[in-house]
């Protein structure tokens, strides 16, 4: 099956309606393995082709549709162009008119060709469980899980691009429980990676999580208060995701963002800056074009702590009268949104032991839960665990606290450390906020 060949007879049959129109094709090869206890829970290997169509009319309507059958095109086409003559009509509509005649990079290091068969996915989750179980005080596992993602991406647009690249993907996690007298805790690590061999290995996957879990055993509450707090780059990312979207393009465009009237003025401390790159080498979100077959480049959204733009396709660029960043994404049925690809803060000058030297009294967050964050007014309130630090060392393990300020608060008081690496589209170094009221469950 040759997916160029279908995008090239789609639009032949779309144009024969005269009418303008964009396919995206997503070839999607997976395996997934999955265990338990040292027994096999899941094994499933799966192939399929969506295609999703934007028909176009008179440059003001729009509609969209996916299938995964391809003996039925012609009826697919009818079908797209009769709704989007139909459609409401949206001013703000928008597509690049003159080809994007850029040479595009091929040499990301995002497709490798190696063979992972459903046998090394089986070793994998062999290996990362029995490496955690064989830790003191790991009483039981939630399950280790290996995968390997195939997909070939096929783009046409109305400017006449024609566009086609491959990504493989690989992940692996593992999850145990640590227990002790009544207590248990659960720790868990993972790793992503477009290339097999720049996964860590499955002992050093088993081995952090144990670690994770035994470390939490006999923990404390703490009294409320507040509170320097340190991010460790785990529970970074979520902030770096907060953060992204609320610079998203169509939280501004719509007016749900509490930074929506910020741009060109300081977020964060002069030493701050925040990239988004999807030519990232082997990065887990790097694309030679984006999801209108604009040419990739690397973006600074914010530089020596001030915000330079919002993530932007061409939809909420010509709303907000701006241009794109490069940054448009396709859903399966070709519906196009703005979003990061690899988007990460850049290292500071301090390392992670001074960042902890530095406080006196304060909070260590190694995990965060629900989802207490408001990106309308900035409301950041979160469950945490981790640890608690007294004269500049981590003590002892904390747990049944909250943690709570205002985004904007935040990221003006943050300071990062250098120790930055990248495990999935969010990343950053530990992060240190100076202030946040930290809710714990002692009266003193």
Same mark, same amino acid.
């Given at each position: 099956?040759?997916?160029?060949?279908?995008?090239?007879?789609?639009?032949?049959? =779309?144009?024969?309606?005269?009418?303008?129109?964009?396919? #995206?094709?997503?070839?999607?090869?997976?395996?997934?393995?999955?265990?338990?206890?040292?027994?096999?829970?899941?094994?499933?290997? *799966?192939?399929?082709?969506?295609?999703?169509?934007?028909?176009?009319?008179?440059?003001?309507?729009?509609?969209?549709?996916?299938?995964?059958?391809?003996?039925?095109?012609?009826?697919?086409?009818?079908?797209?162009?009769?709704?989007?003559?139909?459609?409401?009509?949206?001013?703000?509509?928008?597509? #690049?008119?003159?080809?994007?005649?850029?040479?595009?990079?091929?040499?990301?290091? =995002?497709?490798?060709?190696?063979?992972?068969?459903?046998?090394?996915?089986?070793?994998?989750?062999?290996?990362?469980?029995?490496?955690?179980?064989?830790?003191?005080?790991?009483?039981?596992?939630? !399950? %280790?899980?290996?995968?390997?993602?195939?997909?070939?991406?096929?783009? *046409?647009?109305?400017?006449?691009?024609?566009?086609?690249?491959?990504? *493989?993907?690989?992940?692996?996690?593992?999850?145990?429980?640590?227990?002790?007298?009544?207590?248990?805790?659960?720790?868990?690590?993972?790793? $992503?990676?477009?290339?097999?061999?720049? +996964?860590?290995?499955?002992?050093?996957?088993?081995?952090?999580?144990?670690?994770?879990?035994?470390?939490?055993?006999?923990?404390?509450?703490?009294?409320?208060?507040?509170?320097?707090? $340190?991010?460790?780059?785990?529970?970074?990312?979520? &902030?770096?995701?907060?953060?992204?979207? %609320?610079?998203?393009?169509?939280? =501004?465009?719509?007016?749900?963002?509490? +930074?929506?009237?910020? +741009?060109?003025?300081?977020?964060?401390?002069?030493?701050?800056?925040?990239?988004?790159?999807?030519?990232?080498?082997?990065?887990?979100?790097?694309?030679?074009?984006? !999801?209108?077959? =604009?040419?990739?480049?690397?973006?600074?959204?914010?530089?020596?702590?001030? +915000?330079?733009?919002? $993530?932007?396709?061409?939809?909420?660029?010509?709303? &907000?009268?701006?241009?794109?960043?490069?940054? %448009?994404?396709?859903?399966?049925?070709?519906?196009?949104?703005?979003? #990061?690809?690899?988007?990460?803060?850049?290292?500071?000058?301090?390392?992670?032991?001074?960042?902890?030297?530095?406080?006196?009294?304060?909070?260590? $967050?190694?995990?965060?839960?629900?989802?207490?964050?408001?990106?309308?007014?900035?409301?950041?309130?979160?469950?945490?665990?981790?640890?608690?630090?007294?004269?500049?060392?981590?003590?002892?393990?904390?747990?049944?606290?909250?943690?709570?300020?205002?985004?904007?608060?935040?990221?003006?008081? &943050?300071?990062?450390?250098?120790?930055?690496?990248?495990?999935?589209?969010?990343?950053?170094?530990?992060?240190?906020?100076?202030?946040?009221?930290?809710?714990?469950?002692?009266?003193?």
């Amino acid at each position: 099956m040759n997916i160029l060949n279908i995008a090239a007879d789609i639009i032949k049959l =779309i144009k024969k309606q005269n009418q303008d129109a964009e396919v #995206a094709i997503y070839e999607t090869n997976k395996i997934f393995v999955s265990q338990r206890l040292s027994k096999i829970e899941q094994i499933s290997q *799966s192939k399929n082709c969506t295609i999703g169509i934007r028909a176009i009319a008179g440059k003001t309507k729009a509609a969209y549709i996916s299938t995964n059958d391809l003996n039925n095109l012609s009826d697919m086409v009818s079908k797209v162009v009769e709704m989007a003559k139909n459609a409401q009509e949206d001013p703000y509509i928008n597509f #690049a008119i003159d080809r994007d005649n850029c040479t595009y990079s091929t040499g990301l290091g =995002i497709l490798d060709n190696n063979v992972v068969t459903i046998d090394n996915l089986k070793e994998i989750v062999e290996v990362a469980e029995n490496s955690a179980l064989a830790h003191k005080n790991i009483i039981n596992s939630e !399950g %280790a899980s290996s995968s390997h993602v195939l997909v070939n991406t096929v783009l *046409s647009t109305v400017s006449g691009f024609i566009g086609s690249f491959s990504k *493989s993907t690989f992940a692996n996690q593992v999850s145990v429980v640590a227990g002790e007298g009544s207590e248990m805790k659960i720790g868990y690590d993972y790793d $992503i990676a477009c290339n097999f061999g720049d +996964l860590k290995s499955p002992e050093l996957i088993g081995k952090e999580a144990a670690k994770r879990a035994i470390d939490q055993l006999n923990s404390r509450t703490i009294k409320t208060g507040k509170f320097p707090v $340190i991010f460790e780059k785990r529970a970074a990312k979520e &902030l770096v995701r907060n953060f992204a979207s %609320a610079i998203n393009g169509s939280s =501004i465009a719509n007016d749900s963002s509490f +930074l929506r009237n910020s +741009l060109n003025t300081h977020i964060f401390n002069n030493r701050i800056n925040i990239i988004d790159d999807p030519l990232l080498p082997r990065g887990i979100e790097s694309r030679p074009f984006d !999801g209108e077959g =604009i040419t990739s480049r690397k973006n600074t959204f914010v530089k020596n702590g001030i +915000l330079q733009n919002w $993530i932007l396709d061409l939809y909420s660029a010509k709303k &907000l009268n701006l241009e794109t960043t490069g940054n %448009a994404t396709r859903a399966s049925n070709a519906a196009i949104i703005p979003a #990061a690809s690899n988007f990460y803060v850049e290292n500071g000058n301090i390392s992670l032991k001074e960042l902890i030297e530095e406080v006196k009294e304060g909070v260590y $967050i190694t995990d965060l839960f629900s989802f207490g964050v408001n990106l309308i007014n900035g409301d950041y309130s979160q469950g945490a665990s981790g640890f608690f630090i007294e004269n500049g060392k981590i003590t002892y393990p904390i747990h049944e606290i909250t943690v709570a300020s205002n985004l904007k608060d935040m990221f003006s008081n &943050l300071v990062v450390a250098d120790d930055l690496t990248f495990c999935g589209q969010f990343n950053s170094p530990t992060i240190k906020v100076s202030e946040m009221t930290v809710a714990g469950s002692l009266n003193n």
